[in-house]
């Protein structure tokens, strides 16, 4: 994916449902735009460190199914 944004075929990186370690390690590849993970009143998983390390790394946070 790196490649395709150097080579302008696509304008930025964006992941689903990864933990926090993997989104880190995505990221010392190549910055990674966005995060898409589910958030909502019964689940919420995200807050156990990936909302923390999309903050440290400046990634936003799409939370799908906020309302269950």
């Known amino acids: 994916l790196a490649d395709l944004v150097r080579e302008g075929k696509i304008g930025a990186i964006g992941m689903s ?23 909502s009143l019964w689940t919420r998983d995200p807050e156990r460190g990936v909302l923390q390390t999309c903050r440290e790394l400046g990634v936003a946070f799409v939370a799908f199914s906020p309302l269950g």
């Open 17 to 39: 449902e990864v933990s926090s370690v993997t989104l880190r390690r995505a990221h010392a590849v190549h910055p990674v735009a966005a995060l898409q993970s589910e958030y």
